[in-house]
């Protein structure tokens, strides 16, 4: 590593959450592979409140390759990427959520390795391997990201873009010159997942084992919450990508659904909310999630077309124009 130019780019978008041990974890492997003149961190706080802005100021003293920004309004999760993008140097970029921490000592080393192998985009994976919030309330969202987050770099390579997680990637600069971030994606969900399916069908994503735990636990209700408000990305998803989306286990169950009249599907999503908030098996719980989840996209989905149906003159009307 000789050239002055910068080899990597660790970029992090953080919102309302202190930064402290990621950065730690950091810059304590930087200096002991000794690269911290080819390695850059940029970190871009997306309108935290005070609190955590006044905390993470702090860290991004540690040392004099932390690039740090905050933005004066929220801009979004695909919005906020590519504004980073924008302010990155180096041949490769790695993509950090804020909330996660590596599980491995050797995590850089590791992304450093695949940069000398000539890799193009390799995902490390998330774990939930080391959780800080214990606390019984965060239970069922420790359980669902054990469920559908942390699966082995072989079984996430079979549907490479379903396990692709902006939280933890490493992408060759050329490729973001090319595919970035749709920022249609706003609000909650989908924006990654969106973007690696375009990313796997152009270059392909290689799966390893090198995993973040991902810390960032939120409350039961909450978790069912940013589902509700992630229908209208989810149905986004769905009409971008069609043809993949007919092939995802959810489609069949869309599919069975949406031969149900208006009240019944009402009447599923109450049930599903119902049991959710008070079963206190996870197990049940995640299966109402992801029941509800299909009743909601049915309904939006339906809700969007008989819209569309009302937007379309008919024969006569285009007849009399």
């Given amino acids: 590593m000789t050239s002055a130019q910068k080899i990597l780019s660790i970029i992090i978008p953080v919102r309302n959450w202190d930064i402290g041990l990621l950065i730690k974890a950091l810059i304590t ?38 690039s740090y920004y905050e933005l004066d309004r929220n801009i979004g999760r695909a919005a906020i ?71 082995p770099a072989g079984e996430r390579q079979r549907t490479a873009w379903r396990y692709f997680f902006s939280a933890n990637v490493l992408i060759k600069r050329f490729i973001l010159n090319r595919i970035v971030l749709d920022e249609r994606f706003s609000g909650y969900g989908y924006e990654d997942i969106e973007w690696g399916i375009r990313l796997d069908q152009t270059f392909g994503i290689r799966h390893i084992e090198n995993t973040c735990s991902h810390l960032g636990l939120v409350e039961k209700e909450e ?35 949406s031969k149900f009249p208006a009240i019944v599907l009402g009447a599923l999503d109450t049930v599903c909310s119902t049991v959710f908030a008070f079963s206190p098996f996870h197990r049940l719980s995640l299966f109402c999630f992801q029941l509800d989840k299909a009743v909601l996209f049915t309904q939006t989905a339906r809700e969007k077309k008989k819209n569309a149906r009302k937007s379309t003159p008919s024969s006569s009307e285009r007849g009399s124009v």
Wanted: aromatic share 12%; net charge negative.
């Fill in 29 to 66: 492997e930087i200096y002991s592979l000794a690269v911290e003149e080819h390695v850059e961190i940029i970190i871009a706080d997306d309108y935290s409140e005070e609190q955590y802005r006044d905390l993470n100021r702090i860290h991004v003293q540690r040392a004099e390759c932390i």
């Fill in 81 to 151: 990427r590519n504004d980073l993008l924008t302010r990155a140097t180096g041949r490769y970029l790695l993509f950090l959520d804020a909330d996660v921490l590596p599980d491995n000592p050797d995590f850089l080393e590791t992304y450093l390795g695949c940069i000398e192998g000539k890799e193009q985009l390799v995902c490390g994976g998330i774990s939930y391997q080391k959780r800080l919030l214990t606390e019984q309330k965060y239970n069922f969202y420790f359980y669902k990201g054990r469920r559908t987050e942390w699966v």
């Fill in 223 to 257: 978790s069912f919450l940013r589902m509700r408000n992630s229908i209208r990305n989810f149905t986004m998803l769905q009409e971008i990508h069609s043809e993949i989306f007919h092939r995802t286990r959810i489609a069949s169950t869309v599919n069975l659904l």
